[in-house]
């Protein structure tokens, strides 16, 4: 019979660093299947990998990181599902007119932010206006998927907010849900953006408050028993039951996973996905909610040779066996990619013929642009050896072996593959998108609505630019250009079906799986947690066990 994980020294070791490294900091007592019945009370250790470099809210709000935080101290004006299903929460209703270019939002009465200040369309509209634009001379970012059609809001009474568009944007309201779509009070906003890195100053109207914080170290949340006015889709308006919920930086994954095993802990984030099978016959629970947004794939750099070559692109695309990547890799809970964009949200379509994997189509593209099989088995054409360096990356679960994996795959194609691997600050300081460094980024994006993928794929409105196309491709710009002014629903949906097939045929994107980008392990004591459309996890309707 195999070793048990739980008796390795190393896991062992991992107990006893944790241990040390939760003194002073709230800790969840030791795990045990309970009896599920929900109870007030007790207080949660959430042991997360990183706490970014900055907390200013719109700079740290979209972090895979931060964003847990924002979620529990921050409202949303609405809820949006895992399904992409848009519902109300501080706006308990909206009207929109007939092109799409002016939105009415009704309030909830009686929403407060911490500090016991209204949440009122005054303070709606501040933080649109911030949410928008940001404030760039004090350092404050604005929020990249907020539309950028944005004309400007103002308040018609306390509770009716009236915003308006300078061409019709039906993504808005879902945009609303986004992670990065948190309220703030408008004395915070005003504030300087180095008072605002200090969370203690950043006063939302959320379930909970921030009590303590160390930078890189810890945040302690404490719930706010006058809370009333959660998302009616939860089914839990008033306070949350568990008393305080402790965010602890822990860097190394295995660490994280042994001290929930051993009831040290009673979250983990990021286990790994290689062992959902022991965690789950141990009796813990896992939890991997695939999210809104882009696949998980390569975001291929046009400008660098020579992936500026079609042929070569599309060999990529189809030189890659997505099968045996969820075999090897991953659990029954990931999903092939069938397109960019991700199964769940709204108007996404099946587009896997374009990136089928097959081996002898991707030989031929590669002969056909004149790359010839070398003595080592490495590609070469007109003395250059066919190379590509993948740089995993550290926000994926399990990036760097699904990168070995694929580099496997490409090297009996003819790529000569290498593999870089950078930690999370030094990939996030190298590796862009665009530029000349990577030729191919892994990447993937959480949005809200589909109207929003133009400020990604293209630079139209200061876009990102995936694919360091600039304005060159024409049909690109003008599909993405009309999905995102589209008016009529059904004609943004014929043209997002059209732009997913244009962005795979040209190779500029090689999906790789549906993305399930945060995992959590949870301690048996832990019930009743929910999970948003970008996938975070929701205390405020959870409880724990004695």
């Known amino acids: 019979m195999p070793r048990t994980p739980l008796r390795s ?8 660093l944790l241990a040390a490294l939760l003194l002073g900091t709230a800790c969840g007592g030791p795990a045990s299947a309970g009896s599920g019945e929900a109870r007030d009370g007790g207080d949660l250790t959430f042991l997360i990998d990183s706490l970014g470099a ?22 949303k004006l609405v809820y949006v599902d895992d399904q992409g299903r848009t519902s109300p929460w501080i706006a308990e209703s909206w009207e929109q007119n007939a092109d799409a270019t002016e939105f009415t939002l009704h309030l909830r009465p009686g929403v407060t932010f911490s500090d016991g200040s209204p949440v009122d369309a005054a303070a709606v509209v501040a933080n649109l206006d911030m949410w928008a634009h940001g404030a760039p001379e004090r350092g404050i970012n604005p929020i990249g998927l907020f539309p950028k059609t944005y004309a400007g809001a103002e308040a018609v009474d306390p509770a009716t907010v009236k915003v308006s568009f300078s061409a019709p944007t039906l993504g808005f309201i879902p945009t609303l849900g986004y992670h990065g779509s948190i309220l703030i009070s408008p004395k915070s906003l005003g504030l300087p953006a180095e008072q605002q890195a200090d969370p203690t100053n950043d006063i939302g109207s959320g379930p909970y408050i921030i009590e303590s914080w160390k930078q890189d170290d810890h945040v302690v949340l404490r719930k706010r028993p006058d809370y009333d006015w959660g998302p009616a889709a939860l089914g839990q308006q008033g306070p949350a039951r568990i008393d305080t919920i402790t965010y602890k930086v822990v860097a190394d994954q295995q660490v994280r996973s042994s001290s929930v095993t051993s009831g040290q802990a009673d979250v983990a984030y990021n286990p790994s996905p290689k062992e959902f099978a022991l965690f789950k016959a141990q009796g813990l ?14 975001a291929i750099n046009t400008r660098i040779a020579p992936f500026d070559d079609p042929a070569v692109r599309q060999a990529l695309q189809h030189g890659i066996d997505r099968r045996q990547i969820l075999s090897t890799v991953y659990t029954p809970e990931w999903l092939p990619a069938t397109s960019f964009i991700q199964s769940n949200v709204p108007g996404a379509t099946d587009h896997s013929t374009s990136f089928v994997h097959d081996p002898v189509m991707a030989a031929a593209l590669l002969d056909g642009a004149g790359w010839a099989s070398g003595p080592d088995g490495i590609r070469t054409k007109n003395g250059a050896r066919l190379e590509l360096t993948l740089y995993p990356n550290p926000y994926l679960a399990a990036s760097k072996d699904v990168d070995e994996l694929v580099a496997q795959q490409l090297r009996a194609l003819g790529f000569d593959v290498r593999l870089q691997v950078f930690d999370v600050i030094t990939y996030s300081e190298r590796i862009k998108l665009g530029g000349n460094v990577a030729p191919a980024v892994e990447v993937t994006r959480s949005f809200i609505d589909a109207g929003t993928v133009s400020g990604v794929l293209t630079d139209q409105e200061n876009g990102e630019d995936w694919f360091d196309l600039g304005t060159s491709d024409a049909r690109l710009t003008d599909l993405a250009a009309g999905i995102a002014r589209a008016s009529d629903p059904a004609a943004r949906d014929e043209l997002l079906d059209e732009l997913q097939g244009y962005v795979l045929d040209q190779g500029y994107f090689v999906p790789l799986t549906e993305i399930v980008q945060r995992l959590y392990l949870f301690s048996p004591r832990v019930h009743g947690v929910t999970f948003n459309g970008i996938a975070y996890a929701n205390f405020a309707t959870a409880w724990i066990d004695d």
């Open 285 to 298: 629970q896992v939890g991997a909610p695939r999210y809104l947004g882009f696949v998980n794939g390569y």
């Open 9 to 16: 020294p190393r896991r062992l070791l991992a107990a006893a």
């Open 54 to 75: 900055t907390w200013i809210p719109n700079n740290s709000s979209i972090s895979s990181f931060q964003g847990h935080i924002w979620g529990h101290v921050t409202d």
